[in-house]
């Protein structure tokens, strides 16, 4: 039973427009959220992250927005550029018990075009 | 060198070879981790030590041995190994584990690995 999914493999977007990939969980112990980028033939990068006290963070032209009645978090990226071209991993933990466990979602390959 | 490097990148074996593949981080993290990403799975996380101590053991077949000699390096020995297990070994770091930003895992770029 997959507790993280990202239901969209792929997103393709024009350079200079908002990029909005989506995640949806299962677990509602689930209280902290991660976003990774990775390249091919390189390591997941770590992006950006929330609470479950906060519903937006935003680093730069990062903003990831948490809706827990929902149980689902979307990255934004704006403006767009082709370097953002990666598969974007969402991941998430829960406090207690095995904490240190990230759970990930499958991916979605972003494609930035210019 | 910065970061969580491994080593070798990529890597070819026989199923009756014996390999180890090697993780070191230059953070100052007190956990470390290995994940394998097959194609099209999420990634699935094998072990974890914590201050050099095995904390999980995530149902991984035997012939996979972690060995964590220290807080800064991780081992990953190899042998007997299937075609099946083929996929990219990818270890992490993180301060401490704890949810939250302490427990960020921090990843290096992974291991190639192919079993003929």
């Known amino acids: 039973d997959q507790q993280v999914k990202q239901n969209s493999p792929s997103l393709s977007v024009q350079e200079g427009r908002i990029s909005i990939l989506n995640c949806d969980y299962t677990n509602s112990m689930f209280d902290y959220f991660l976003w990774y980028k990775k390249y091919p033939a390189e390591g997941p990068t770590f992006l950006i992250s929330?609470?479950?006290?906060?519903d937006k963070n935003e680093d730069g032209r990062f903003t990831v927005f948490l809706n827990k009645s929902a149980k689902h978090l979307s990255l934004h990226i704006v403006p767009s550029q082709p370097g953002d071209s990666a598969v974007y991993f969402c991941a998430a933990s829960a406090s207690g018990g095995s904490n240190y466990k990230l759970t990930f979602g499958k991916g979605t390959l972003l494609t930035v075009n210019p | 060198e910065t970061g969580v490097t491994q080593t070798p990148r990529h890597l070819v074996m026989g199923m009756t070879n014996k390999k180890s593949l090697k993780c070191e981080q230059h953070?100052?993290?007190?956990?470390m981790y290995w994940y394998k990403q097959s194609a099209k799975k999420p990634l699935e996380l094998m072990f974890v030590y914590s201050l050099e101590e095995r904390v999980e053991n995530n149902s991984v077949p035997s012939r996979f041995s972690p060995e964590c000699p220290n807080s800064s390096h991780l081992f990953l020995h190899l042998h007997t190994l299937q075609p099946e297990d083929s996929a990219l070994y990818l270890c992490?770091?993180?301060?401490?584990?704890?949810?939250?930003?302490?427990?960020?895992?921090?990843f290096g770029p992974g291991t190639r690995l192919t079993v003929l």
């Open positions: 992490a770091s993180s301060l401490s584990r704890v949810a939250g930003p302490g427990g960020t895992q921090y």
């Open positions: 929330i609470s479950s006290i906060k």
């Open positions: 953070l100052g993290h007190n956990a």
